[in-house]
């Protein structure tokens, strides 16, 4: 057994640093299940799979509001750090893509607030296992949990709790396969892995979201699609492997 970062250094002749980097953004996979650890211990007879770099690119940018479309497996503040002196409004979680603000003063406090109030308009598109029928409200309260499974692994979970936060997801219906259907989801409120939480909850969980109990896939199909905030309308194109035809 050797340590993943290591074995991937060997195999395509990089510095450990390097290979650290490519597990740390998502893009390195074994069995079609992505690396979450660089240290995590693997055979030596270990094959990787290194998904090509995509981009995050921006959608729209003036002198107080910077929109980036950001791009599966990069980090929220990674875009912070490389868009100074823009700060974040709000997070996307790693695996997710799609629209990400950013912003400056004055825009940034007006905005904050905004946020907080509920007048900001969130749209995703989510792809979930199993057959999803009619229009829903999800109102199920959420309490953010460290102390499960995977908290050694630094990741946090939300779990359905009458005493935890308020969260209100409503989701439609946009197309339906075989064992899988494509929704609209458009956020109330805002709690941590809340629409994940609330598919997961409905057993219906995001494709591809094993933290939440989805079978693997190389990628986590959900996507910021809409952001609409004090007059601005920020839209993101879908990620190509979103496409997936009818014999998905």
Known sequence: MQKAYKLLSVQLGISHNQAKSLIDLGRVRVHNKPVKL???LLPLTTRF??????ESSVLYQDDTLLAICKSSGVDSYRVQDTHAPYQLLH?????????????????YTRALLAFKQRGVYKEYCALVEGIVR????LRMPLRVQKSHAHAHKGFVKSLCDPRGKEAITHITPLKHYPRHTLL???LETGVTHQIRAH????KHPIVGDTLYGAKPSAHLFLHAK?????????QAPTPPYFDLGDGF
Request: proline share 4%.
């Open 91 to 107: 997070r996307l979680d790693k695996p997710t893509s799609g629209v990400l603000l950013l912003a400056c003063d004055p825009f």
């Open 38 to 40: 660089a240290r995590t």
């Open 199 to 202: 598919l997961s909850a409905i």
């Open 184 to 186: 609209k989801v458009v």
């Open 226 to 234: 809409r952001v609409q905030i004090l007059g601005y309308d920020l």
């Open 49 to 54: 799979e290194v998904l090509e770099s995509v």
């Open 134 to 137: 009619g229009v829903q409200t």
